[in-house]
């Protein structure tokens, strides 16, 4: 039977707004579901993205460490922060969690709050958006299936957060992250009711 791959603390605990623990002494470095096993992500094996104003992605899993199963993330956001401008997927499916908080999601045309405990799985297809609702912060934990490589494009997220880069250059990658822009109009209008 093959052994579960184990991701081990990389450094220090992270220093952003998740909380770490320790991984067990017995964590191994093999590559994620290398050898068909499982995967198992320590809390501060997990890469941490800052973004603006305290918000943080945790990038968990990518397709490449699920045999392209899923990819998974954890995404903290400050309070009324917007996660994600209007967009769609033509292949995955994207579920939400909301751990804590309340998050507001754009779902087509309608807008709908979710709070903690509650779930939203939006099909290939669907423009979404989404963000923490107005005054509370939100906790989330997304997962998009089949897995599509996307530990990138959340790096470049938080260097466009960092003013490193324009948001528009994300545009020539929509196609490589199955993230398809759409007109932030709508999401606009919702949030600022």
Known sequence: MPSPAVLPPSGPAPSGPFPSAPAPAT????TPADDGGALVVHPD?????PLTAGSAFRLLADASGTHGALGANRL?????????RPHH???????FHVLAGRAAFLLGDRLVEVAAGGLVVVPPGLVHAFGAAPGTP?????????GV???GYFRHLGRIAAGEEDFGTLHAHQDRYDV???DPARWQELRTV
């Open 138 to 146: 939100a906790d989330l934990f997304v997962v998009a299936t089949p």
């Open 76 to 84: 903290l956001l400050a309070p009324g922060a917007d996660g994600a």
């Open 180 to 182: 398809h822009f759409a």
């Open 45 to 49: 094996a997990a890469e941490e993205v």
């Open 149 to 151: 490589e996307r530990f």
């Open 27 to 30: 964590a191994r470095r093999p």
């Open 89 to 95: 997927h033509a292949r995955s499916t994207e579920l």
